[in-house]
Nanobody, 123 residues
Framework: QVQLVESGGGLVQAGGSLRLSCAASGRTFSRYGMGWFRQAPGKEREFVAAVTWSGSTDYADSVKDRFTISRDNARSTVYLQMNSLKPEDTAVYYC?????????????????WGQGTRVTVSS
């Protein structure tokens, strides 16, 4: 049974930083792409960042140059380093496990999801 457990969310002031973690278990982590999505209040869930099995990355335009996705295959963990946070980054952030080695912006590509961690950025 695959499990994804996010941590690291919280309240931060605009301009601050947070690092989210997602610990995976239940399958060979290094073989699969991983992604981060977020859902703001009253909005649909949207793509944030993704990483392939080999470490290639992709970002939404809204977070490019501020957020960094990375993975530690030895720890079966994917991270999202968030810098220069803005109030519009406020959302519940979800970790997602892909169906193969690739990274993908399409939500339907991902077959496993974490429970989410809340990030609130105050102005």
């Amino acid at each position: 049974q695959v499990q994804l457990v996010e941590s690291g969310g919280g309240l931060v002031q605009a301009g601050g930083s947070l690092r989210l973690s997602c610990a995976a278990s239940g399958r060979t982590f290094s073989r699969y792409g991983m992604g981060w999505f977020r859902q703001a209040p009253g909005k649909e869930r949207e793509f944030v960042a993704a990483v392939t099995w080999s470490g290639s990355t992709d970002y939404a335009d809204s977070v490019k140059d501020r957020f960094t996705i990375s993975r530690d295959n030895a720890r079966s963990t994917v991270y999202l380093q968030m810098n220069s946070l803005k109030p519009e980054d406020t959302a519940v952030y979800y970790c997602a496990g892909g169906r193969d080695t690739r990274a993908n912006r399409f939500e339907g590509y991902y077959i496993y999801w974490g429970q989410g961690t809340r990030v609130t950025v105050s102005s």
